[in-house]
């Protein structure tokens, strides 16, 4: 399908996936290099995703599934299908089924929803070139968010104990309990250049009998303390939020465990979360700051012009 626009439309898909892969469209828009791709809930599209587990789905299937552009979306992991994506939605495999079934790929979108390539130590070395302005206000959890280091580095800033971080590997290292961390330095701006390069010699030597843990916890950390209870710029104005996965580190507390529990049933917006969690505004606030700063949470700024 050699074409730059191309559409996705669904039969018998709910309004939660629908968010979901309207939300990865965009982001295939807005940072690959293919085709532009929209979503139809009417219609026959370039691609067409049936929802094989809803009564619509069923009585559609039988017919569609001898069709080369169809992709069948169930619970069920091994449903019978030419191209099947399983729920919940995750954005490699939907990106991967949808390019092969389409025939046109979106390498920039693939890089960005998998693990980072390895890079040589030599291209590492360089924080990526940010305009001053913008970087003097970034906090850790912005830094890791956007991937401001592309290599290993070791975080040096006064107030801050020297963290190894591996973004490549999805790892850091720290001996001591999180708490040893105090809000307010993941509140406070760092620049870029706070991430000191290291080569993969120098990492393996700093990180030598310390603890490895995964760079999701630092990156919820950052991300739970870093506004001290507001929102995340972001994240402001009348949007909605949705929640593919619920993060790991949200299920060791009973507030944001709950939190968690009603925004994956969303799409919900702020004020209705707040109203339904019964949750002091700044908890609510800090829980999506994390939930973005860790990369878990999906914004539909576009949700009064669409019907799910």
Known sequence: MAKDELTVSVVGVGAKDCMVMRSLLNLANGRGSGPAWSLLEDGRGDVIVIDVDSETGQAE?????AATNVIALS?????DAPAHLAKPLRAREFFAVLE????VSQPQVRAEVAK???VPPAAAAEPRKQPATIERGRTLADHLRLQTWSGPVLLSHEGWPMLPIDPGSGAWFFDGSISDLKPEQF???IPGSAGVALSSAELVERVRGHRQRPLSELKWFAGLAQSAGKLHPDLKGDVQFMLVHAPAEAM???TLHQLAQIVLRGPITLAQLIAESGEPEATVHAFLNACYASGKLLINSDWRAAAF
């Open 75 to 79: 619970a069920d992991k091994h449903f």
């Open 252 to 254: 060791e507390n009973r």
């Open 100 to 103: 092969r079934v389409a025939g």
């Open 61 to 65: 299937w039988p017919d569609m599934r």
């Open 187 to 189: 509140a406070r701006p």
């Open 116 to 118: 980072p390539a390895p």
